[in-house]
Each structure stands twice: as structure tokens, then as C-alpha cells.
């Protein structure tokens, strides 16, 4: 697999780590190389790429809440932060940049 940029600040992301941020009914993407860097990418106005989701199966249950704030989320309409690591993708779904960058401030799972 070919390494991606990071969105934030442009060092090369490996397929198997870091972050992607999708919007799934925009089918637009952002890559980046460690959580911190969706701090200033959202604040500066989340410049979004085209891009489907990788899995489609991190967002097949149709039952989301936001990991911000606890709202249940329509599948179609959400934001969705997948960490890559390793073989594995562990997905965080959201009301929409705000929460993410909020959660992401507050040191993301580890809060």
C-alpha cells in the first residue's frame, strides 16, 4: 500500500497507522499522522479530501452515538475517526468536526 499525507502537516502515514477522519455521506476524507493534528485541522476549517471510507463495515450497524457527547447519530450524517494500528481499525464516530476536535483536545479515548 502506497503511504498517505498527513492532512495537518504532510509527513507520510504508513496504511497501517495513524488516523483517518471520513465524512461517509460526503464521501470525503482527511489522513493524519498523530490525534493531535485534528486539533488545527479542524480549527482552521477541516479542508476535507475526496474519499470514500476504507471499511464500510465500521459504519454497517446503523446504530452510532457520538463519542463527544453521548447523541445518537444518524448513520449517514455523522464524522467518523478510524485509528489504524497495525492490522487493526478502531472507529470513533461523531456529531459532526466540532465533537471531534473537542474529544480529540480532551486526549480522544484516553480522557
Do not use: N
Not at 20 to 27: F, K, L, Q, S, T
Not at 76 to 85: I, S, T
Amino acid at each position: 500500500m502506497v503511504a498517505e499525507h498527513c492532512s495537518w502537516c504532510g509527513a507520510e502515514v504508513e496504511a497501517d497507522d495513524g488516523y483517518r477522519a471520513y465524512e461517509p455521506a460526503g464521501e470525503r476524507r482527511a489522513v493524519f499522522c498523530r490525534l493531535e493534528h485534528v486539533v488545527p485541522w479542524g480549527i482552521k476549517g477541516a479542508f476535507w479530501e475526496a474519499g470514500a471510507l476504507d471499511d464500510p463495515h465500521l459504519t454497517e450497524s446503523g446504530s452510532f452515538t457520538c463519542s463527544q457527547c453521548g447523541t445518537d447519530l444518524d448513520p449517514e450524517v455523522h464524522v467518523v475517526l478510524v485509528r489504524h494500528r497495525g492490522e487493526h481499525r478502531i472507529a470513533d464516530h461523531f456529531c459532526g468536526v466540532d465533537h471531534l476536535v473537542d474529544w480529540a483536545k480532551a486526549g480522544g479515548r484516553w480522557q
